[in-house]
C-alpha cells in the first residue's frame, strides 16, 4: 500500500469551527425555538416571538389601510390601492399620496420610537411605569422645542432643541436619582418632578407671546401629527432606521439587566456602559418622536405592555413593541379625525383618554412579565 493510500484512510483533523458547528448541531434548541445555522453562525428564533411579531405586523397592515380609506372622504380599499401606485383618479391619488399617506409614515415612526423609548426605559429601571413621558424626559424636549419655536434667540431646528431638551431632562432625572441609579421609585419619583418642571417653563414660555407664536408651539404641547415637519420626520427616521438595530444589539444585556446587579455583573454585563447606552438611546428615540408629534408619552407605556403581554418572559419584545406601539398611534390618529370629524382631535388626548384607565389597570394588575 502506497502514501497516498495510507493519506486517504487518515482521520482528518477539524478546523475550531467546524467543531463548534458539529456540537450546536448535536445540541438540539430550547423548547419553542429555532435554530439557523450557517458555517460559524448559528441564530436561536423565539418560536412566540415570531407569531406575535407576524401578527402586530398584520395588525397594522389592516390598521393603515383603514387609515388611507377612511376619513371625510371614504375612499374603497382598490382605489386606495391604484392611488398608492399613481394609477387612480387624481382627487384619490391627491388624497392618499399627498395628504394621508405621509401622515401614516409619521404615525409609524412616532409611535415605533415612543414605544421603543419606553421599552428600553422599563427595562433599564426594572419599572413598568418608567417611560420616557412619566420620567420627564418628553417634557424636557417638549420645552426646548417650544423655546426654539418662539424665538429665543436661537436658530436650531426643532428636532435638535428637543434632543437638547430630553438630554438635559435625563441627565437631571440620572444626578437626582442617587447618583445614577435607575432601581426603584426614587429613580421615578425624581423624574416626575424633573418633568413637571419642564412642563412649568412650556407654560411660561407660551404665555410670554403673542397667539400666532403660540398657535405655531401648540402642537409641541399637546400632541398631533397635523403640523408635522419634513425634516423632523426625516430625522426620526434616520433614528429608527439607527435605533433599532442597536437596540436588538443590546438585547441580550437587557435581559440579564432585568435581574439584580450581581447577577447581571455574574453574565458579564458592563453595568455602567450598558445603562448609559440604553439611556442615550431612549433620549434619543424619544426626543425625535416628540419633535415630530409632540408629547405623546402614553404611547411609550401602552406599547410595550401591549408586547409583553402577548410575548413570554424570556426576552425583551423590542421588536413587538415597536410593532404596537406604531399599531396604537396609527388607531389613535385614526379614531381623532374620525370621532368628531370635521373636528380633529390631537392624538395625544386620544392617547390620554386611552392611557389613563390602562395607567390604572397597570398599577393594580400584578405583572407576568418583568419590565
Same mark, same amino acid.
Request: proline fraction near 6%.
Given at each position: ?105 409619521? &404615525?409609524?415612526?412616532?409611535?415605533? /420610537?415612543? $414605544? %421603543? *423609548?419606553?421599552? !428600553? ?5 426594572? =419599572?413598568?411605569? #418608567? ?109 429608527? &432606521?439607527?435605533?433599532?438595530?442597536? /437596540?436588538? $444589539? %443590546? *438585547?441580550?444585556? !437587557? ?5 439584580? =446587579?450581581?447577577? #447581571? ?107
Amino acid at each position: 500500500m502506497n502514501m497516498e493510500s495510507l493519506e486517504r484512510f487518515a482521520p482528518r483533523e477539524t478546523t475550531p469551527a467546524e467543531s463548534r458547528a458539529a456540537l450546536a448541531e448535536d445540541i438540539p434548541p430550547p423548547l419553542g425555538h429555532w435554530r439557523l445555522a450557517a458555517g460559524d453562525i448559528s441564530l436561536l428564533i423565539e418560536r412566540r416571538a415570531l407569531w406575535v411579531g407576524a401578527l402586530l405586523l398584520l395588525a397594522l397592515l389592516v390598521a393603515s389601510l383603514a387609515y388611507l380609506a377612511l376619513g371625510t372622504e371614504r375612499l374603497a380599499p382598490p382605489v386606495v390601492w391604484r392611488a398608492l401606485v399613481g394609477q387612480g383618479d387624481p382627487v384619490a391619488t391627491f388624497l392618499v399620496q399627498e395628504l394621508r399617506l405621509p401622515r401614516l409614515v409619521a &404615525a409609524w415612526l412616532t409611535g415605533a /420610537a415612543f $414605544a %421603543l *423609548a419606553g421599552c !428600553l426605559m422599563q427595562t433599564l429601571a426594572r =419599572n413598568r411605569l #418608567a417611560t420616557p413621558g412619566i420620567i420627564g424626559i418628553d417634557n424636557g424636549a417638549t420645552a426646548f422645542a417650544v423655546a426654539s419655536v418662539v424665538g429665543l434667540g436661537t436658530s436650531l431646528a426643532p428636532p435638535a432643541m428637543a434632543l437638547v431638551g430630553g438630554a438635559t431632562a435625563a441627565a437631571i432625572t440620572f444626578g437626582l436619582a442617587s447618583g445614577g441609579d435607575t432601581r426603584g421609585y426614587r429613580f421615578i419619583v425624581a423624574g416626575i418632578g424633573i418633568g413637571a418642571m419642564f412642563g412649568a417653563v412650556t407654560q411660561l414660555l407660551l404665555a410670554q407671546i403673542d397667539i400666532d407664536s403660540a398657535n405655531a408651539a401648540y402642537p409641541w404641547t399637546v400632541g398631533t401629527l397635523n403640523a408635522r415637519t419634513g425634516g423632523a420626520v426625516l430625522a426620526l427616521a434616520g433614528g429608527c &432606521a439607527m435605533g433599532l438595530p442597536l /437596540a436588538l $444589539a %443590546l *438585547a441580550r444585556s !437587557l435581559g440579564n439587566m432585568r435581574f439584580s =446587579n450581581a447577577i #447581571a455583573q455574574g453574565f458579564g454585563v458592563p453595568l455602567r456602559r450598558r445603562r448609559l447606552q440604553v439611556l442615550s438611546l431612549a433620549v434619543v428615540l424619544s426626543a425625535l418622536a416628540v419633535a415630530v408629534a409632540g408629547p405623546v408619552g402614553m404611547v411609550g407605556l401602552i406599547g410595550p405592555e401591549i408586547a409583553r403581554s402577548l410575548s413570554s418572559s424570556r426576552s425583551v419584545p423590542l421588536i413587538a413593541s415597536a410593532l404596537a406601539g406604531a399599531l396604537v398611534m396609527v388607531l389613535a390618529d385614526l379614531v381623532g379625525r374620525l370621532l368628531l370629524a370635521p373636528i380633529e382631535l390631537p392624538v395625544g388626548i386620544v392617547t390620554a383618554i386611552v392611557g389613563g384607565p390602562w395607567l390604572l389597570w397597570i398599577l393594580l394588575r400584578p405583572s407576568r412579565n418583568p419590565a
